[in-house]
């Protein structure tokens, strides 16, 4: 944004945000927010869904492979690349309208946020960009292709848990997500 017009950003960031949230969509997904460059998402709520953990699994990889290709549209008309860093955890946590008496908001909050958020960052020291909890890869390990990464205490927690880059999902005919 430091180096283009606020209209260009504008309109890079649309097109960015259209892209991410239409693959949480087409899997089930609540868009939560848009922070920065960045969307909130959770599954789960408020329909609950016996398959939460895959949806959310193949929304990230359908994302990653679908913002490869806009990034590619991107540079070759000279635009910056927007880096795509994906966090995903599995837990308990509240989902409703927050706020005050004059505006609320629907949304989650809890610790299984606050580790979501901190796994989307541990992509920068990994340089990958999905990673996700073992609570995600306990969940559906059967149907995942997941790399181990590292046991990890993020900032906030005082037990260390186990973090795995998610590659692909074994068995899918989408080739978004395989």
Known sequence: SETMPAEEVFDQLSAHFTALSRCIFDRGGTVDKFIGDSV?????????????????CAAALRAARRMERVNDVWQAEGRPRIRLRIGLNCANVL???????????????GDGVNVAARLEGINKLFGTTICIS???????????LARPLKRVQVKGRKTSFMIYELLALRTSDDPEVG
């Open 95 to 109: 989902v409703g309208n927050v706020g005050s008496s004059t505006r609320l908001s629907y949304t989650a909050l």
């Open 40 to 56: 909130m998402a959770f599954w789960n709520a408020p329909v609950e869904r016996s398959d939460h953990v895959l949806r959310a």
């Open 134 to 144: 073992d609570s995600i890869y306990d969940e559906a390990k059967a149907d995942l």
